[in-house]
């Protein structure tokens, strides 16, 4: 485990970062006068993940390999990160649904179905704690590991 914990460190920033949009999030209205373009903008937290990753492969790198990495090694690096940020993202659901923005799934339903976007059977289906912490695992492993790979390209230094 002592090779992994600056995996397991930028895992626990991106959970923290990742609350700390759904509080920006939540405040600028996203969650509520401004759902209907919540889907687009949450994408502009993208920089900010390819950032945390670009950091923790370049401290892996300085810290763990003595500044060179092939990249094999960058890619298990951010596979690592993304894996344990996608085992944290259950918990970071629970806070976001639970604590930061308990009225977001009432919200979006009932915009979605108010906007006849979705029947209220799909809506009930989809808007929910439980596949969302689907989506957040799935979203965090798929995604961590297709920016992990390109990244490794970038951050190699043999």
Not at 50 to 75: C, D, G, H, P, S
Not at 143 to 154: E, K
Request: proline fraction near 2%; charge should be positive.
């Amino acid at each position: 485990m002592k090779n992994l914990r600056i995996e397991f460190k930028w895992a626990i920033i991106f959970t923290i970062a990742t609350l700390a949009w759904m509080l920006l999030e939540k405040t600028l209205g996203w969650h509520d006068e401004q759902i209907a373009n919540h889907d687009w903008l949450t994408f502009l937290f993208l920089p900010f993940i390819v950032l945390m990753y670009v950091l923790a492969l370049r401290e892996k790198r300085r810290r763990y390999y003595n500044k060179k990495i092939t990249w094999k090694q960058a890619f298990l690096a951010g596979l690592m990160v993304s894996i344990f940020a996608a085992a944290l993202s259950p918990l970071a659901q629970y806070i976001t649904h639970n604590y930061i923005t308990p009225e977001f799934f009432v919200k979006v339903k009932d915009y979605s179905v108010t906007n006849k976007l979705m029947t209220v059977n799909a809506v009930n289906d989809y808007y929910n704690i439980t596949n969302y912490i689907m989506q957040a695992a799935l979203s965090s492993l798929i995604g961590g590991t297709i920016i992990s790979a390109v990244l490794a390209f970038f951050m190699k230094r043999d």
